[in-house]
């Protein structure tokens, strides 16, 4: 499908699924929801998604580094959030890691950036996917909407694991399997093979896997205090701590299947879908996607200042392409 159709598709998906919401829900009940919240709850919920998007970008720091870009901290800071800022306000999620690329790239390589880029999605995703596996299996829920978010999870977290075994041990011959489409295709699986073994780098060191997933356990784990503590300030009954987890990170997971602009819609359809069988009401659920969402637009703000104050590399930089 051409990409401008697909991008219609999407945009018609996003709306839809926001009117859907809209007709369901008590706007009213809506509107008090945030309008009783602290001032502090806000902050507080604020800095954790700031300072998760910060531990992302460290952990994009250890697979830098050990493809041999030695790029400053502040500099990786600095593009993280640029790059967010490209995913909220384009309509595609990967095109803040294109631009992570491209800036990057122009100093320190464009293939080892890239390499960089694609495991640092596919780590930071398949770690989420197996948090949410594990604490979905863990939490026995035998609700419809719950086993069925626990399965889409299970096959994503599956796949994902192929994706990394793929990149640590190959194909077992891929040039040879290509030979017969002649020298292109055979220089091609070369190149394939090179980017293969850039991703392969740091998934070998048991130190930077290490650090990866306590990055992702860590701002999850918050991630869902910040929840505990919305529903305790709103005086809801608190739901079973793995239930919830695995709730908050399935929809972390299910929000990047891109049948959406930037999941949205899709991830507010998921808080109201999966916090219903957890007895907490559809405004409720709703109310905290906004506020998570909001968060990011807030960190999207900061990737646009950072990048007009400063640019993210000198335009008379010297480039470097990959060998």
């Known amino acids: 499908m051409p990409r401008a159709a697909w991008l219609v598709v999407q945009a018609i998906v996003t709306v839809g699924l926001l009117a859907l919401l809209a007709r369901s829900l008590d706007l009213d009940a809506l509107r008090r929801l945030f309008t009783a919240l602290p001032v502090s709850f806000y902050f507080l919920s604020l800095g954790v998604v700031l300072a ?3 531990a992302y970008a460290w952990r994009w720091r250890l697979l830098l580094h050990a493809a041999g870009a030695q790029v400053p901290f502040t500099h990786i800071v600095r593009q993280y959030f640029v790059g967010i800022f490209v995913n909220n306000f384009l309509p595609s999620t990967v095109g803040g890691d294109v631009a992570k690329v491209y800036y ?4 320190h390589g464009y293939r080892a950036v890239a390499a960089s880029v694609l495991v640092d999605r596919v780590l930071g995703l398949g770690i989420l996917a197996i948090l949410a596996t594990a604490a979905a299996w863990l939490s026995a829920s035998d609700s419809p909407r719950l086993v069925a978010s626990r399965i889409a999870v299970t096959v994503i977290a599956a796949g994902l694991a192929v994706v990394v075994g793929l990149a640590l041990f190959g194909t077992g011959g891929l040039a040879r399997w290509l030979a017969p489409l002649g020298h292109r295709a055979v220089a091609l699986a070369a190149h394939a093979q090179q980017f293969r073994l850039d991703m392969a780098a740091p998934l070998k060191r048991p130190v930077i896997m290490g650090q990866a997933i306590l990055a992702v356990v860590t701002y999850f784990v918050l991630l869902t205090l910040v929840y505990f503590l919305f529903f305790s300030i709103h005086e809801l009954a608190l739901p079973p701590a793995a239930a919830l987890f695995a709730v908050v ?3 972390a997971v299910l929000s990047n299947v891109p049948i959406s602009l930037n999941g949205l819609g899709v991830r507010e359809q998921l808080h109201v879908w999966l916090l219903a069988p957890l007895g907490v009401p559809a405004e409720v659920a709703l109310a905290m996607s906004l506020l998570m969402f909001a968060h990011l637009l807030v960190a999207s703000g900061v990737g646009l200042v950072l990048w007009l104050r400063r640019p993210v590399v ?10």
Not at 104 to 107: D, N, Q, S, T, V
Not at 314 to 323: G, I, M
């Open 104 to 107: 990057i790239g122009r100093r």
């Open 52 to 54: 998760g998007q910060i």
């Open 249 to 251: 990170t399935t929809t």
């Open 314 to 323: 000198a335009v008379d930089a010297p480039q470097r392409l990959p060998v």
